[in-house]
């Protein structure tokens, strides 16, 4: 396990990935800093998926290494939190044995594991709920679980593969809120995959523009805007950026 000196907590060097003939990803650099929110952004097909699951450990690269905290991590599993598109809630068990799972994988026994995590129903917007099941709540309600689960994994870096795509508008704005509150106090470093420019825009600090497949980084936008703002969709700055970024998608096509 090498060590690379670097001040990001997490770093994508020159990653790229094929199989066989078909190059999905090609020669990827990414940095995500301490506390930070950074979003990847790229047309269906581009990779991304695949990106995450180097990221995450689940799959090799073909070129490049993965470092976190300058520790190359390429190939480990289980040094990342990972939560995908679906809320992969066990149907069967109660919320709070679902997000105490990484708890239990970790062989911390049960009593320890459930006080360890009930100061974060509340925060998590799921206070009453440790008892219920998956099918007793909201679609919105699932992704706090999932996230909630996430977070108890590994609260130092976070990926998120579109894990609202399958919200409805409004659910998905409140979660967008939701999850910029919650972030400002746990401090965790996030990286979101999303094809959703208007969510990239609300909830970054820092972009990354992909090119279609094989996917390779074509922009990177640092987001300076008020988040407080109503009615920030609408305002001159925010349809600026989302021009930008539209258009560079655009010319890569």
Known sequence: MSIYQSNDILEVKSVSKSFKDLEVIKDVNIALREKEFVSIIGPSGCGKSTLFNIISGLMNPCEGMVFL???DITGLSGRISYMQQKDLL????SIIDNVTLPLKIKGIDK?????QVKNYFELFGLSGFEDSYP???SGGMKQRASLMRAYMFSNQVMLLDEPFAGLDEITKTKMHKWLLE?????KTSCLLITHDVNEAIFLSDRIYVLSERPGRIIKELKID???NLENLETTVEFNS?????????EEFQ
């Open 69 to 71: 905290e300058n520790t």
């Open 90 to 93: 066990l149907p069967w068990k």
């Open 111 to 115: 009593a320890k594991r459930n006080e």
């Open 135 to 137: 099918s007793q709540l």
């Open 182 to 186: 919650i972030n400002e106090k746990l």
């Open 225 to 227: 805007i008020d988040k």
């Open 241 to 249: 950026i989302k021009r930008k970024i539209i258009g560079f998608m």
